[in-house]
Nanobody, 124 residues
Framework: VQLQASGGGLVQAGGSLTLSCACSGRTFSTNVMGWFRQAPGNKREFVSATAWIGRTLDYADSVKGRFTVSRDNAKNTVYLQMNSLKPEDTAVYCC??????????????????WGKGTQVTVSS
């Protein structure tokens, strides 16, 4: 099982990036899929999650209204569209696969599979 995040890069404040998380080895179409980020010196923090059941979405307050999570189950891929980026969004972003439950999950401890991250750097 492998999850690979991609799409990170350097962008100016106010810009946009779209991250992708490609999953292989098994299908995650019914699993909760989450995005987390970790900036240097900071703890890993929840960014967004999507649950297959009910297509429920969840966002951290810090990104609500700016980020959009989506999934393409046919491609076994999850996306994170990031708009109006701020310098404080700078971090390594990772995707993760959790259990099959009815709603999104914010706790990293609930996630089983983790992918390598992709660096997002927002300049001021």
């Amino acid at each position: 099982v492998q999850l690979q995040a991609s799409g990170g890069g350097l962008v100016q404040a106010g810009g946009s990036l779209t991250l992708s998380c490609a999953c292989s080895g098994r299908t995650f179409s019914t699993n909760v899929m989450g995005w987390f980020r970790q900036a240097p010196g900071n703890k890993r923090e929840f960014v967004s999650a999507t649950a297959w059941i009910g297509r429920t979405l969840d966002y951290a307050d810090s990104v609500k209204g700016r980020f959009t999570v989506s999934r393409d189950n046919a491609k076994n891929t999850v996306y994170l569209q990031m708009n109006s980026l701020k310098p404080e969004d700078t971090a390594v972003y990772c995707c993760a696969a959790g259990p099959v439950v009815g709603g999104p999950i914010r706790s990293a401890n609930e996630y089983v599979y983790w992918g390598k991250g992709t660096q997002v750097t927002v300049s001021s």
